[in-house]
Structures are given as structure tokens and as C-alpha cells.
């Protein structure tokens, strides 16, 4: 028999204070007291952190549908005023505002539907607090960046870190739902939880589109022209790729936790990963199409030789030559993208005026290093595709005698 659901009398209060908030926002917001609508928010998130308190779980869940009808119309109106007044339709606010907005929507009705009684709940409890947090975060900055307390500088400032703060929030959306249908699928038919090295892995797919956002944030090819602060992430991005690539593995050895499942979706994420980066290198014009072209039919036959060596019941590992391309793909990536960030910062400074020559020489540089770079590992990629095809020959064997 399920338990009543008995909201104490503190937890009570924090959600009426919440709630009686929302109006004062909103009114703050339309009058042009942006401050004073950010004070509000912060109120919001002070409130939160003193009525932590001992409370069932029901009590918790009915607290995260209070925070939805609290953050759900103030993100809703900061999306329609960033429509009025952006010269340029404010693409990542409105589209992120809008998969967020549903997002919640969905997950107080799920909510209710459990405090009511009438199905379990799958919504990952760990993400609760994290998804308050991300929303105050971005709609305050949203906020503040249309307080005119300062000079443009930091008004522009402010509005790439609201940009930033709306990517972040979007992959803890997106997390927060795929823990949801992860939490579903393994209710209803009985699947084994996820380790540490899958969530590892899964991560890394989750940031190769917010990387694509982030580097294409100002609309253009050139990744000279994108703004210090998103050159610096993209980079910050790279290095996670890298890193995340070798720590899912070796967690799953030193835990015991090598599966089936993991082999096959650590290269693909490895594909999604890299494939995505040399695109938009294809886009500013870094390297040619046909060197990753090479690159995707080689990643596009292993997965065949993949495909059919499973149907044999047959794991295909990864082998040595696969790691160097791996390596060598994650350390071009990374040379890239600081040479270019470098440059643009040299750029943009009094460098090129006082060392004409020393600026020139880089340049011509510059121009050679990228190629260089991607014909190598265009070349480590092509031979190391002829060493998996050669050692699973035995597998084409059966399938063209």
C-alpha cells in the first residue's frame, strides 16, 4: 500500500516562499528591473539550500515539482525577451529554452503521476539539485546580462557565459533524460545497472554535440574568429575526449567490468568523437575532405568487420595499431586546436605590429601544420584499417567462400 504523502510544515513553507516569488520575478523582468529579478532568483536557490531538510522520498519528489512551476514561466519569458531584443534570433536560448521547458514539463507530470500513486518513478533522485542549480544558473545570467551596470565588454562577457551556462544546462537535460529512460528500461525488463566505465563512455557521446555548439558559437566556419573564452573550451573539450577515452577503459579492467557492450560502444563513441571534430576542422578549412573521407570509410569498414564478427559470436578487440591511430588522432586534435587559439590570440594583441617578421613566420607555419598533422593520421588510420581487415580475414572467409 503506498505510503500518504505528508509535506512537513518547514519543507511547506520553503514551497509557498518559492512559489510567491515567481510573480515578483516575472513583474521585475517585465519592468526592466533585471537586478532585482536576479535577487529574486538568488532568494530562490537560498531558500533551497535552508529547507534541505530529513524528508521522505515523496516529500523530495513534491519539492521538485514546486522548483518546475517555480523556474518553468521565468525561463519561458527570458526566452521571449531574448526574441525581442536580440538583433540576430538567439538560436541556443530559444531551441534550449524550449527542450528544457518540455523537458520539465514532462518530469513534473511523471512526478505527480508517482506522488498520486498511479505508476514508480524513474527520474534519476541524484540530479534533483544539480537541475535546480543549472536552471537558476542560466536564467540569472540571462538576467544580469541585461542589467546595464558596466561597459559593452562585459555586457557581451556576460552574454557568453549565459551561452555557456545554456550548453551545460542542456547536457544535464539531456542526462537527466537519458538517466530517466535508463531507470525505465531497467524497471521494466530487468537490465543490470550501468558501470562506471559505460557512464564514462556515454559522457563522451554527450559531448560531441555540445562541442559542435560550442565550436560554431558565433555562426562562423572560422575558429579564429570564435569568441577566447569558447577557443578555451573547445580545448578543455578535446582534452576530456582524450582523457575519457583512456579512463573508461582502464576502469573497466581495474574494476572488473570489462563487458560485450563496452567493446562495442567505446570505438563507436570513439568515431562519433573524433568524426565530429574533423568535421568541423573540414569547415575552417584546416584539412580536406578527402583525408576524412579516408578516415570515416576505414572507421565505417571496421564497423562492418565488427558487425559480421558479432553475428559469428565473435569479439573483435582492439588492437595495437588501432591505439596509435587513436593516440596520434587525439594528439592532432589537440595540436590544432591550441595553435589556432594561439594565433587568433597573437592576433588580436599588439604582437603582429611589434614582431611583423616573428608573426609572418607563424603564419606560413600555421599553414603547413594542420595538413601535416592529418595526412599522418589519415595515413596511421588507412594502415591500421588494413591490420584489423588482415586479422579478421578468417571472419570475411566465411562469408565470401
Not at 518553468?72 to 538567439?90: D, Q, W, Y
Request: charged letters at 15%.
Amino acid at each position: 500500500m503506498n505510503k500518504p504523502l505528508r509535506i512537513p510544515l518547514p519543507l511547506t513553507l520553503v514551497s509557498i516562499g518559492k512559489l510567491c516569488l515567481v510573480p515578483v520575478i516575472i513583474k521585475a523582468l517585465q519592468s526592466g528591473q533585471h537586478l532585482n529579478a536576479a535577487y529574486g532568483m538568488a532568494a530562490i536557490v537560498a531558500i533551497s539550500f535552508f529547507g534541505r531538510f530529513r524528508v521522505n522520498f515523496k516529500a523530495k519528489v513534491f519539492s521538485s515539482v514546486i522548483d518546475g512551476f517555480a523556474f518553468i514561466p521565468v525561463l519561458a519569458l527570458l526566452g521571449r525577451m531574448e526574441i525581442a531584443g536580440s538583433e540576430r534570433f538567439p538560436a541556443l536560448m530559444v531551441l534550449g529554452s524550449l527542450f528544457i521547458v518540455l523537458k520539465e514539463l514532462f518530469s513534473m507530470w511523471h512526478s505527480i503521476a508517482f506522488l498520486r500513486g498511479s505508476r514508480d518513478y524513474f527520474a534519476p533522485v541524484s540530479m534533483r539539485r544539480v537541475n535546480e542549480v543549472a536552471l537558476v544558473t542560466v536564467a540569472a545570467l540571462y538576467t544580469i546580462k541585461r542589467y546595464p551596470f558596466a561597459g559593452p565588454t562585459v555586457v557581451l562577457n556576460l552574454s557568453h557565459l549565459a551561452d555557456l551556462a545554456m550548453i551545460l544546462v542542456l547536457m544535464v537535460a539531456i542526462a537527466d533524460t537519458a538517466g530517466f529512460i535508463w531507470n525505465y528500461f531497467k524497471k521494466r525488463r530487468g537490465i543490470k545497472d550501468m558501470n562506471l566505465a559505460t557512464k564514462i563512455t556515454l559522457v563522451r557521446l554527450l559531448m560531441s554535440p555540445a562541442f559542435l555548439v560550442i565550436y560554431f558559437y558565433d555562426r562562423n566556419p572560422n575558429f579564429a574568429d570564435n569568441s577566447l573564452m569558447f577557443q578555451i573550451i573547445a580545448i578543455v573539450f578535446g582534452i576530456a575526449f582524450v582523457v575519457s577515452d583512456g579512463l573508461d577503459g582502464y576502469f573497466a579492467r581495474k574494476r572488473n567490468e570489462v563487458t560485450k557492450f563496452g567493446k562495442y560502444l567505446d570505438p563507436f563513441s570513439d568515431k562519433i568523437c573524433t568524426t565530429t571534430i574533423f568535421l568541423c576542422f573540414v569547415a575552417s578549412n584546416y584539412v580536406p575532405v578527402w583525408m576524412v573521407a579516408l578516415i570515416y570509410y576505414r572507421e565505417a569498414s571496421i564497423s562492418v568487420i565488427r558487425t559480421l564478427a558479432a553475428a559469428e559470436n565473435v569479439v573483435v578487440s582492439a588492437r595495437r595499431s588501432g591505439k596509435w591511430k587513436t593516440g596520434l588522432q587525439g594528439t592532432a586534435i589537440l595540436t590544432i586546436l591550441l595553435l589556432a587559439t594561439t594565433l587568433s590570440t597573437l592576433a588580436h594583441s599588439s604582437f603582429p605590429s611589434l614582431y611583423p617578421e616573428i608573426y609572418a613566420s607563424l603564419l606560413v607555419v600555421w599553414s603547413y601544420v594542420p595538413f601535416t598533422l592529418m595526412a599522418l593520421v589519415t595515413a596511421v588510420t588507412v594502415v591500421s584499417g588494413i591490420d584489423y581487415i588482415l586479422a579478421c580475414r578468417f571472419i570475411l572467409d566465411k562469408y565470401f567462400k
